[in-house]
């Protein structure tokens, strides 16, 4: 018998797993891909926006389901908040006697930042979180799939019409939730005064300027595409049967609250920089 024959055990180490990988790193592969991911989503959006044919009714319709369908919501949320700011910033502005800035300072204060982000957070916790589930249960319940061997073009009658329809829809929102604020203030203000509308509106409009109104309507066209997108992607992508429709409605809701800050950070910023510097 050869006694030559070397057996070479050396050579079955595992090529992978000497070195374990940091949940660290993983974590930001994961969210790295993630973004990746949905950068292309984006894009596609973008390019099956423009493209014939137009789904006009659906688009109607979701608009009328985006705006609403979310005005009940919105209005005693926007009521409600220009309210208590009002009743809370009363006392702080009494104490230096300046309570004839009151309307101004909670006019400013809601259309420029409250009003809109407040609005937006609302909107990201109903329509993102409807969006996200309504595409996801379609998604696993092959749906989708159903639509593309039909002929039509699931992406540009589920996506495009949900993401147009909240950009469009979400300023008007915002605006309405401003005025129904700025009324409840009214109503916090008369509780300790009688102010007539007209001198309170007039206030408003003293303290009031251009670049107080349009940074707020501009970003909330951001507000909406940031929503919609997010939540279609996490819809449309879903796996994992119905357990996934769960876990993409929640991360719809987290991922578009998430991006309504940063967007609101960058939207404060390039209003500091264009309009006030």
Same mark, same amino acid.
């Given at each position: 018998?050869?006694?030559?024959?070397?057996?070479?055990?050396?050579?079955?180490?595992?090529?992978?797993?000497?070195?374990?990988?940091?949940?660290?790193?993983?974590?930001?592969?994961?969210?790295? @891909?993630?973004?990746?991911?949905?950068?292309?989503?984006?894009?596609?959006?973008?390019?099956?926006?423009?493209?014939?044919?137009?789904?006009?009714?659906?688009?109607?319709?979701?608009?009328?389901?985006?705006?609403?369908?979310?005005?009940?919501?919105?209005?005693?949320?926007?009521?409600?908040?220009?309210?208590?700011?009002?009743?809370?910033?009363?006392?702080?502005?009494?104490?230096?006697?300046?309570?004839?800035?009151?309307?101004?300072?909670?006019?400013?204060?809601?259309?420029?930042?409250?009003?809109?982000?407040?609005? @937006?957070?609302?909107?990201?916790?109903?329509?993102?979180?409807?969006?996200?589930?309504?595409?996801?249960?379609?998604?696993?319940?092959?749906?989708?799939?159903?639509?593309?061997?039909?002929?039509?073009?699931?992406?540009?009658?589920?996506?495009?019409?949900?993401?147009?329809?909240?950009?469009?829809?979400?300023?008007?929102?915002?605006?309405?939730?401003?005025?129904?604020?700025?009324?409840?203030?009214?109503? @916090?203000?008369?509780?300790?005064?009688?102010?007539?509308?007209?001198?309170?509106?007039?206030?408003?409009?003293?303290?009031?300027?251009?670049?107080?109104?349009?940074?707020?309507?501009?970003?909330?066209?951001?507000?909406?595409?940031?929503?919609?997108?997010?939540?279609?992607?996490?819809?449309?992508?879903?796996?994992?049967?119905?357990?996934?429709?769960?876990?993409? @409605?929640?991360?719809?809701?987290?991922?578009?609250?998430?991006?309504?800050?940063?967007?609101?950070?960058?939207?404060?910023?390039?209003?500091?920089?264009?309009?006030?510097?």
């Amino acid at each position: 018998m050869p006694t030559d024959i070397k057996s070479r055990p050396e050579e079955k180490k595992t090529e992978e797993g000497d070195i374990p990988q940091s949940p660290f790193l993983a974590a930001i592969e994961n969210v790295l @891909a993630e973004v990746t991911a949905l950068t292309k989503f984006t894009m596609r959006f973008f390019r099956e926006a423009f493209m014939p044919p137009y789904n006009f009714n659906e688009l109607v319709k979701q608009c009328y389901m985006v705006g609403c369908k979310s005005l009940p919501l919105v209005a005693i949320t926007g009521f409600i908040m220009g309210l208590v700011l009002t009743i809370q910033s009363r006392p702080t502005l009494a104490r230096f006697g300046a309570e004839s800035w009151l309307p101004g300072m909670v006019a400013i204060s809601i259309i420029r930042e409250i009003g809109p982000v407040i609005t @937006a957070l609302i909107c990201a916790g109903k329509v993102g979180s409807g969006i996200g589930a309504e595409l996801a249960s379609m998604q696993v319940t092959e749906q989708i799939d159903a639509m593309e061997v039909s002929g039509t073009n699931p992406f540009k009658y589920l996506v495009v019409t949900r993401v147009l329809s909240t950009t469009l829809m979400l300023p008007l929102i915002v605006i309405l939730a401003d005025a129904i604020s700025l009324y409840g203030a009214f109503l @916090a203000i008369n509780i300790k005064q009688v102010v007539s509308f007209t001198l309170y509106i007039n206030q408003i409009f003293i303290k009031l300027s251009f670049g107080d109104i349009l940074p707020s309507i501009i970003k909330s066209f951001f507000f909406g595409f940031a929503i919609s997108i997010i939540g279609c992607y996490k819809g449309y992508t879903t796996s994992n049967g119905t357990e996934g429709v769960g876990r993409a @409605a929640n991360m719809a809701v987290v991922i578009s609250t998430f991006a309504v800050f940063i967007v609101d950070l960058l939207a404060a910023q390039i209003a500091d920089i264009l309009l006030f510097a």
